[in-house]
């Protein structure tokens, strides 16, 4: 039978890098096709192209049979490819009816709202969503964005569909949902592309996988044949096996606590209901939970950069309610934020300005008044090294580092001990391997359980399950602004923390 | 910025680029200039006039030393504010009051001179000293105002700055005409004239001279304040991020607060040097436009304080060649000023080239 796609010989070159080099990639009707590879592997670009927002360099592309040129996502949909990118396109403010049928070409000038309405609520009951088309689309939770999203390019009968990592926002039981729905589709005869980097995910929803490594495609193969081990050697072209060693821990006294703390949201609403917990020294606790759910003004309060509106902050049995966190980092709270790559870097100064963006305030990188340039290079060279940071020197320019050397290059600025004396006693790290490659997330797993091993007390706010249960000694699990749960190590399952991250969990 | 135009005949897009050497860039701004000149070459080829004659006469300004001196002379108040403007503009305040700012530093040097002139309540050789103080601070404080406002209320400091130099200049027509008029001065609105010792012109009897020297110890400094002080260190990191400074703990209101300051006040000292630089008393509309077209010039120096004193030169030989064309051919003041605006924008669409660069593609929409 026609394949729905083939790709053949697909080169995109952009400056400094070629992003896929000739690629070859086919999508079967029925079929769940996933596109597995590390970040910068070249997926996202490749489905890019396939949607009609790059133009290949060189290459043919076939759909249904038929050679075509795909010069924008309109030429793409008029083919029946619809891509629900990781970051929805969708206009909050309107109904999920006016944004369903945004863009449909019609016949006419009068809309038959009703008429649309009902068919919307039709297909969603296929696939087991229920959806209420005049609902406002802010109101909808992530999960219900999505059946959103995969509505709109249903709705104009798209049959290759493109999810880009599309579990990334869901819930557990969301996530069960959308395979099923997927599975139904593929069951109608349409063809899935599942782009991840999520192994797990791979070998419960494809058909058949795809890996790429560095702009190529490394392997195409039917999921039966294959298991998680060699995907991930596929992956990374090495055993991605890690060895921790030791992970038994000895927790000590606690160096932080917060005691029913209550906080806004950017948006002036709750975001923290009394949250109270302790992370004691040696030990890694884990906040598991869908983001949004408070995480991350969780860590902002602790960190002096939201106000407590209840409640208090501990550290080091020093009350740090409210105080600035200037004062707090001098408690020797180091902080490694949400994506740090943009909120925790200037990509125009350079990577030594970086290194020391917190303490070149402090003897002896500078007196009262003068920096002192000299001992804040010789530092930096050395961390440089010390981090395994790759950067053509420390005068480079942070917006030249990849990701995963930007995170290394946060992590030396906030483990390193520069302020004060020692190592940092609170690391509150928020989603600090988000985003990386397989090579970048073991080096921050290995360096967060070395500083456990120094004693310092580790916040880790997470919402990848697998991470959070191989790294944590406690696990709470955070819904809505509150604590559901607290699981000691090796008492969590996903069942259990997936329960508790949504709102069939017992309150 | 839309970095993709769709077009009949093709496709434009605007791409970052990712380097771009010195050579090029300096080849850029050579030939921006020169394609500037051409420009300007026809307009006045339009308006009837010669443009070879026209290049000779502002040629002439940087040649025969009278009139350098003259230039030197009129750019240092733009230098001045120019390097105040750089130290905002690096913590990302758009200071666009360099003028009002300007207005009101004269009015402090002049107070001073009133001072001892009228009360004698210190001695001549404190003059000048004071002066520079009290100009210092009465524009850093007219700046400070929108600093406490941008801090404390977050009020866009576009607008206040820009409203405050409307203040000032009326402050200053107000005074003229009122309380500080020359009583002697057959009722024109002017100060008293300056004594030698309130004039700056220490250095050779110069105000060029003087001029010159006292921006360049400026440009020093403040090449020094932010090169190698934890406050110009904060004050980068503010200008590129609010949100990575306050994440590293500075204290962002602080910062806005001294920034401003500082930047206010090297334009009251640039107010100061044209009152007892340039003019020698204080008149109505004493600064035509100084702190204006020192935006243009902390722009074009990429806000670099040792380019900003060039830059200052350069167009304060433009505002001389004004005067000259004015004199020699009869061209209006307004086409110099045009001239000044055709250079400028050039220069700064190859600014824009250095950083992005403009792809075609061939085939449009279907």
Redesign the interface.
């Known amino acids: 039978m026609e394949p729905l796609v083939k790709l053949r010989g697909i080169v995109k070159r952009f ?2 890098v070629v992003a896929n080099d000739r690629v070859d990639f086919e999508l079967r009707r029925g079929e769940v096709h996933a596109l597995l590879g590390e970040n910068g592997a070249g997926k996202t670009t490749l489905m890019n192209i396939l949607y009609g927002l790059y ?1 290949p360099d060189e290459g043919e592309i076939y759909v249904k049979g038929r050679k075509v040129r795909l ?2 996502p309109r030429d793409a949909i008029d083919l029946g490819i619809g891509m629900v990118h990781q970051n929805f396109r969708l206009i909050e403010p309107h109904t999920v009816l006016e944004n369903i049928i945004l863009g449909l070409r019609e016949p006419g000038i009068r809309i038959d709202f009703e008429k649309h309405a009902e068919r919307i609520r039709l297909l969603a009951e296929k696939y087991g969503w229920r959806i209420d088309p005049w609902m406002r689309v802010w109101q909808l939770s992530a999960g219900e964005k999505q059946q959103v999203e995969l509505l709109k390019i249903l709705y104009r009968g798209a049959d290759i569909l493109i999810l880009d990592e599309p579990t990334s926002v869901l819930t557990p039981h969301e996530t069960r949902m959308l395979f099923k729905a997927l599975r139904r589709m593929a069951g109608e005869g349409k063809g899935v592309i599942f782009i991840t980097h999520k192994l797990g995910e791979v070998m419960e929803i494809s058909d058949r996988v795809t890996v790429m490594r560095r702009g190529r495609v490394v392997v195409t193969k039917s999921t039966k044949e294959t298991s998680p081990e060699e995907l991930a050697y596929y992956m990374v072209g090495r055993s991605a096996i890690l060895d921790f060693g030791g992970v038994e821990s000895a927790p000590g006294e606690v160096v932080a606590e917060v005691i029913d703390l209550e906080a806004l949201s950017d948006k002036g609403v709750p975001a923290l209901r009394k949250v109270s917990l302790a992370v004691r020294s040696g030990e890694i606790l884990g906040i598991a939970g869908v983001s949004g759910n408070g995480q991350v003004e969780l860590a902002e309060v602790i960190v ?2 939201r106000k407590a509106t209840g409640g208090k902050v501990i550290i080091s049995g020093i009350d740090a309610t409210n105080k ?3 004062e ?2 001098e408690l020797g709270v180091a ?1 490694i ?1 949400p994506e740090s790559v943009r ?4 990509p ?2 350079r990577v030594v ?1 970086n290194l020391f ?2 303490a ?2 402090y003897p002896p990188y ?1 007196s009262k ?3 002192n ?1 000299g001992r804040m290079f010789e530092k930096a060279e050395e961390l440089v090294k010390e981090y395994e940071i790759v950067t053509p020197s420390v005068h480079a320019k942070a917006r ?1 580092l990849s990701g995963g050397n930007l995170q290394r290059l946060v992590l030396a600025r906030e483990l390193s001990g520069l302020i004060g004396e020692g190592i940092p006693k609170l690391i509150v790290a928020a989603y600090p391997t988000k985003g990386l490659d397989v090579r970048a997330t073991n080096f921050v797993h290995k360096t967060l359980l070395r500083y456990r091993r120094l004693g310092a007390g580790i916040l880790f706010i997470s919402e990848d399950l697998d991470e959070i249960m191989m790294l944590s000694d406690r696990i709470a699990v955070m819904f809505e602004g509150r604590i559901t749960g607290l699981l000691e190590r090796g008492k969590a399952d996903k069942e259990k923390l997936g329960l508790l991250m949504s709102e069939t969990a017992p309150s | 910025m839309p970095t993709k135009i769709e077009t009949r005949l093709g496709t434009i897009r605007i791409e970052r680029r990712l380097t771009y050497s010195r050579l090029a860039s300096a080849a850029t701004t050579l030939t921006a200039f020169l394609l500037s000149l051409l420009v300007v070459a026809v307009i006045l080829r339009v308006m009837g006039l010669d443009p070879a004659r026209a290049f000779a006469v502002i040629g002439e300004v940087f040649l025969v030393p009278r009139l350098l001196s003259e230039s030197v002379k009129q750019s240092i108040p733009i230098c001045l504010s120019a390097l105040g403007l750089a130290i905002a503009f690096k913590m990302n305040y758009w200071n666009i009051g360099a003028e009002g700012q300007i207005y009101m530093g004269m009015i402090a040097a002049t107070g001073i001179v009133l001072l001892h002139a009228y009360y004698n309540l210190f001695h001549e050789s404190m003059l000048l000293p004071l002066m520079t103080i009290a100009s210092f601070i009465l524009g850093g404080a007219w700046c400070l105002i929108t600093g406490i406002l941008k801090a404390k209320l977050n009020v866009n400091e576009i607008l206040t700055t820009l409203m405050l130099n409307y203040v000032a200049i009326l402050l200053v027509d107000y005074l003229v005409h009122g309380p500080w008029r020359d009583p002697k001065g057959y009722g024109f609105p002017l100060s008293i004239e300056f004594p030698d010792q309130a004039k700056l012109q220490f250095l050779f009897g110069s105000p060029a001279c003087t001029g010159l020297l006292v921006a360049v110890v400026a440009a020093a400094l403040v090449f020094c304040v932010l090169d190698y002080t934890r406050l110009g260190f904060e004050i980068k990191v503010v200008g590129q991020s609010l949100r990575v400074a306050r994440y590293a703990g500075m204290n962002v209101s602080k910062i806005i607060l001294l920034g401003s300051f500082l930047s206010g006040g090297l334009a009251g000292v640039g107010g100061l040097s044209i009152v007892s630089g340039i003019i020698g008393r204080l008149r109505p509309g004493a600064s035509p436009g100084y702190g204006y077209t020192a935006i243009i010039v902390a722009s074009l120096a990429g806000l670099n304080p040792w380019l900003v004193v060039a830059a200052s030169i350069f167009f304060g030989g433009l505002l001389t060649a004004g005067g000259a064309l004015q004199a020699s051919m009869n061209i209006p003041r307004a086409a110099t000023q045009m001239i000044q605006a055709i250079i400028f924008l050039f220069i700064l669409v190859g600014e824009f080239l250095k950083r992005y660069r403009i792809v075609f593609e061939r085939g449009g929409r279907t």
Not at chain 1, 343 to 346: F, V
């Open positions: 400056p400094g133009q010069r924008s002096g950069l600035s966190t200037r707090i980092i902080y934020p909120w925790g870097i200037i125009e100064m300005d963006l917190k070149y305030r500078s008044l003068i920096l340039w030249s």
